[in-house]
């Protein structure tokens, strides 16, 4: 069975930094892509971020937030600095094996169950 489990997330002042942690177990994610979702109260989830070999970025969090994998240990990290208080939602790590698009919910077919985070001002 598949498993995404995210942590890191919390309460944190405008400026501040979290690092976003999501654990895969069930199968080896080194041939998958990884993605960041978001979603605040209210809105639809929106991309953040994905990993191929590289990481991809909506304009909102570009040159704040960073991406990474951990191919050893079947993890996805965000890393995340000068947060702003828009950042607040549960973020939601995703995998996919599927091509070619990766900026969108429907492209991913694993999910885990959301982290909280919020960004007080």
């Known amino acids: 069975q598949v498993q995404l489990v995210e942590s890191g997330g919390g309460l944190v002042q405008a400026g501040g930094s979290l690092r976003l942690s999501c654990a895969a177990s069930?199968?080896?994610?080194?041939?998958?892509?990884l993605a960041w979702f978001r979603q605040a109260p209210g809105k639809e989830r929106e991309f953040v971020a994905y990993?191929?070999?590289?990481?991809v970025y909506a304009d909102s969090v570009k040159g704040r937030f960073t991406i990474s994998r951990d191919s050893a240990k079947n993890t996805v990290y965000l890393q995340m600095d000068s947060l702003k208080p828009e950042d607040t939602a549960v973020y939601y790590c995703?995998?996919?094996?599927?091509?070619?698009?990766?900026?969108?919910?429907?492209?991913?077919?694993?999910w885990g169950q959301g982290t909280q985070v919020t960004v007080s001002s």
């Open positions: 990993i191929r070999w590289n990481g």
């Open positions: 069930g199968r080896t994610f080194s041939t998958y892509v």
């Open positions: 995703a995998a996919t094996a599927r091509q070619p698009t990766f900026t969108r919910p429907s492209d991913y077919n694993y």
